[in-house]
């Protein structure tokens, strides 16, 4: 797609979208549906007044959160509360032997000392554990009140993290004002810069009920952890951001229950809000386009429309400001604006944690009258936002996807309504493609030339119903460390119990849960064309792969050769003698075929000549070769028998008995 279009409308909105992409617009007979670029400025799209849903209470588990982090590596991430006793028993169970101590001091490459230490000490660092166990079987088998720590950190926090109304709190005024710094083994900082001292006193009490670790307060305006664990938490975990361009409404907030994003955002327009003592308005302002969407999003949750536009400032105060000490550049900002109606919404409906600014709001509402808001227009049930500007721009992004909404076929992208991305016409094209450049007069007339055509198109694919090859596939991102162990022993692949794609037929994962183990950033990358097709004759390829596996220091040449005899050669040997002996012949005139040779050599149809249709060079072409390779090679005596046995019923098949000259001996 080398263009798109780009619509903005009155209230900030922008959406991005191809430009048949079906849009709603509002008309005076209802909504109707459009293609993106015939939108013009003035027309009306339907966005939502509410957005209700009922929201789930969170609880992270931070040692599933923190064992695939690069930033904390596992060995530096310590288990305790176990103790001693539980310890043991996961010791003794990752070894065969009766004492745990000595297997596995030698099985880890420790001192006896150092694992003593883990059980006299109740901490034991997770690296371990993921070693004797795996991952997703270490997170099953812990218990839930276990506690975690870091190397060189003063932090123990439970496994267990709940999200309650405090900690949403904490999370809406790190939103506003907070940042993370970090310089790797020196400090890890998380900051909240807020002024008003019952906001820092609140964060301070959270920081210790909820997570055990102690917040101080750097000056008047500020509160700092020194905790590598909670600036992970903040920045890896929650994926809060680090930084004013980074932050974001951490996912499990967005949906989390309406108490919960009550605190969240009465914490933020505390923070970072302000409430206009002559006109009933709330603003706010951030640099970060993605929580500025997040904000809009979340506000609909409480039926609260706002406005966005952006402006030029410098902070003066604040995280920014504190972030970059003494000189402020300047900034784009994204200004958020509630006003009228919405703003007195926001104030039954949200509030604010700071009495100061609540009380603000409250008296411009008491003493300004109230006026319906001119932002919108009423759509009934939806808002109307008035489109300002449509442009075509250049295309940055080499793919758009296809998203299919079940039931009603439309979804709220950056607060309005438009229809689904709906890849039908796609679809149509691709099949079109196939029925038109495809004829069977392009197949070849050889043996197994329609072998890969698609001589039949399927409208559903069933999974059960492909080739079985398929089934046999695996579909995990990780393999056991069962299979690895198993490696070694050179066992049998089915020993060992890795799902494949036969697992899930008959099933809802049938079409879905395909995982894989590298990730790669274009399925179609890699050789375009293998040796196999530059190298010509078959020897040659053969050559090819017994010279290879001459130089592969992992590889038994033998037993390769072996295997190309007794997998190619011998079947393709046996195979064709037999055919040989069970041919047809056909006349080379008409081309009738018969099952035995007339008895005058001649066709009966036409008098034509009868020949063979297997000859003797397709049959024994390979038996040279595979006793020069079992020779060359060192085959085993089995093998050499074998091709020896072959070659002399090959030579009585194929040899002239009138050409050979006999003589008296042979016969006594």
């Known amino acids: 797609m080398d263009h798109l279009v780009r619509i903005e409308t009155k209230s900030g909105r922008e959406l991005t979208v191809t430009p048949d992409h079906s849009m709603l617009q509002w008309q005076e007979d209802g909504i109707v549906t459009v293609d993106a670029h015939t939108l013009e400025p003035g027309d009306e799209l339907p966005a939502p007044k509410t957005i209700e849903f009922d929201g789930s209470a969170t609880r992270i588990d931070l040692l599933a959160e923190l064992l695939p982090l690069d930033s904390v590596p596992n060995d530096d991430i310590m288990i305790r509360g176990l103790g001693a006793t539980q310890i043991k028993s996961l010791l003794d169970e990752a070894t065969d032997a009766d004492d745990y101590l000595n297997p596995v001091a030698g099985l880890l490459g420790v001192s006896n000392s150092t694992v003593y230490n883990w059980v006299s000490r109740d901490s034991i660092p997770a690296s371990v554990l993921v070693d004797l166990f795996d991952a997703d079987e270490l ?25 309650n109304e405090d900690f949403s709190t904490v999370l809406g005024y790190y939103a506003a004002e907070g940042f993370t710094r970090r310089e790797a083994g020196q400090f890890y900082q998380t900051t909240i810069c807020i002024p008003d001292e019952p906001a820092r006193n609140h964060i301070i009490e959270t920081f210790a009920r909820t997570l055990g670790v102690d917040a101080y307060e750097e000056n008047e305006w500020k509160v700092t952890v020194s905790s590598r664990l909670v600036t992970t938490l903040f920045t890896d975990v929650l994926e809060a951001g680090s930084t004013a361009e980074t932050k974001r409404i951490p996912e499990m907030m967005v949906s989390a229950p309406s108490s919960h994003l009550r605190a969240f955002l009465a914490a933020y327009f505390s923070g970072d809000g302000s409430a206009s003592t002559d006109r009933i308005e709330i603003r706010a302002h951030t640099i970060s386009d993605q929580l500025k969407d997040d904000l ?34 300047e900034f784009d900002a994204w200004v ?54 449509v442009d075509i721009v250049e295309s940055d992004v080499e793919y758009t996807y296809s998203v299919t909404v079940a039931d009603n076929h439309t979804l709220v992208a950056n607060d309005l309504h438009v229809g689904q991305c709906d890849g039908d016409e796609d679809c149509v094209m691709l099949l079109m493609d196939g029925l038109l450049n495809f004829s069977k007069s392009f197949l070849p007339d050889k043996r197994g030339g329609q072998m890969d055509a698609p001589l039949v198109m399927s409208s559903r694919i069933d999974p059960s119903e492909i080739d079985d090859e398929a089934h046999n596939m695996d579909i995990v991102d990780e393999y056991p460390r069962e299979f690895f162990e198993a490696t070694r022993r050179m066992a049998d692949p089915g020993e060992v119990d890795v799902k494949i794609a036969e697992d899930t037929l008959g099933t809802e994962d049938q079409y879905r849960g395909f995982r894989h183990t590298h990730d790669t950033s274009n399925i179609a990358l890699g050789p375009d064309l293998s040796a196999y097709k530059t190298l010509g004759s078959m020897m040659e390829k053969m050559d090819a792969q017994l010279e290879l596996a001459r130089k592969l220091r992992a590889v038994d040449e033998t037993d390769v050769a072996e295997r190309v005899i007794e997998g190619h050669f011998l079947p393709d040997l046996i195979g064709n003698l037999r055919a040989f002996s069970r041919q047809e012949t056909r006349c080379l005139g008409c081309g009738e075929k018969y099952r035995r040779m007339p008895l005058t050599g001649q066709c009966r149809e036409c008098g034509g000549d009868v ?45 002239n008995d009138k050409n050979k000259q006999s003589g008296i001996a042979d016969f006594m």
């Open 611 to 655: 020949n063979l249709t297997v000859h003797q060079g397709s049959v024994n072409k390979y038996m040279d070769t595979a006793i020069q390779v079992a020779e060359e090679y060192g085959a085993r005596e089995y093998t050499k028998q074998r091709l020896a046995i072959l070659d002399r019923n090959l030579e009585s098949v194929f040899e």
């Open 139 to 163: 997170i099953d088998r812990l218990p839930d009140d276990v506690q975690l720590s870091v190397k060189r950190d003063t932090a123990t926090v439970n496994r267990m993290l709940a999200i």
């Open 336 to 389: 958020l604006k509630i006003t009228s109606e919405n703003a007195a919404r926001y104030m039954n409906r949200v509030g604010f944690h700071l009495d100061r600014k609540a009380d603000t709001l409250e008296n411009a509402l008491d003493t300004i009258e109230l006026r319906t808001q001119r932002l919108l227009g009423d759509g009934g049930s939806v808002w109307l936002d008035e489109v300002v500007a």
């Open 296 to 329: 809009v999003a979340v506000l609909k949750r409480f039926g609260i429309a706002a406005k966005v536009y952006q402006e030029r400032r410098v902070p003066e105060t604040g995280a920014v400001a504190e972030f970059y000490d003494d000189v402020v550049p």
